[in-house]
């Protein structure tokens, strides 16, 4: 079992559409939850960070961490085209010295 | 800034080629790492290094090489290339052990015949 599930998706919605990206987890350990968003060949790049517990948000983003259920989500409002693109969760520890660990990515297409 | 470099951009091998895979950063961060996208799987860490002189294995460490001479460079080498190494490989820095705050550089496309 991986340590970080994640829906591949694709998944595909209409222009102002609200979005729901989530990651499940299996290591209590983990205190740090990132959320990186990544176009086609490019590099990912940060969009969210949160640490432990609690609420996040910039924006039209928004991002939630459940750690006593083990999940996370990402919520994107007013979906626009130029969200198209792959949302991979990230999550590391206090004590993995400097490991970070990825969800599989979920590709995320805004139709006009 | 230029950021993190990555280089080449592209690379095709033949099973048993060597070859080394460049990054540099010119933020002057501690920690680098390198991480392999395969379909399916989102990104995997092969080796990392929280400092110049110091490296450590990631996930998938097997078949590659990695040293820290510098704090600007952590170059990758493929000892013997296999075409289970094809992938899109992306090296990452951060500054100390702000971990959310890695930035990711232009990635190389890496095909092994």
């Known amino acids: 079992q991986k340590e970080v599930e994640q829906d591949p998706g694709p998944l595909s919605v209409p222009e102002g559409a609200i979005v729901s990206l989530n990651c499940t987890y299996s290591?209590?350990?983990?205190?740090?939850f990132m959320w990186y968003r990544q176009y086609s060949r490019k590099g990912p790049e940060l969009l969210m960070y949160?640490?432990?517990?609690g609420n996040k948000e910039d924006g039209r983003f928004t991002a939630q961490v459940d750690k006593s259920s083990k999940y996370i989500s990402l919520f994107i409002r007013d979906s626009q085209p130029s969200d198209s693109a792959t949302y991979l969760c990230?999550?590391?520890?206090?004590?993995?010295?400097?490991?970070?660990?990825f969800g599989q990515g979920t590709e995320l297409s805004v139709k006009p | 800034n230029a950021g993190v470099t990555q280089t080449p951009k592209f690379q095709v091998l033949k099973t048993g080629q060597s070859m080394t895979l460049q990054c540099a950063q010119d933020?002057?961060?501690?920690?680098m790492s390198w991480y392999r996208q395969d379909p399916g799987m989102g990104l995997r860490l092969i080796h990392y290094?929280?400092?110049?002189?110091?490296?450590d294995q990631g996930e998938v460490p097997n078949g590659y090489n990695v040293s820290r001479s510098t704090t600007e460079d952590f170059p990758l080498r493929l000892l013997s290339a296999a075409p289970s190494q094809t992938s899109v490989y992306f090296c990452?820095?951060?500054?100390?052990?702000?971990?959310?705050?890695?930035?990711f550089g232009p990635g190389t496309r890496l095909t092994v015949t």
């Open positions: 990452a820095s951060s500054y100390g052990t702000a971990l959310y705050e890695q930035y």
């Open positions: 290591n209590s350990a983990f205190q740090y």
């Open positions: 949160t640490y432990s517990s």
């Open positions: 990230a999550m590391s520890a206090d004590n993995q010295g400097g490991k970070l660990i």
């Open positions: 933020m002057n961060h501690e920690y």
């Open positions: 290094s929280v400092g110049a002189g110091i490296t």
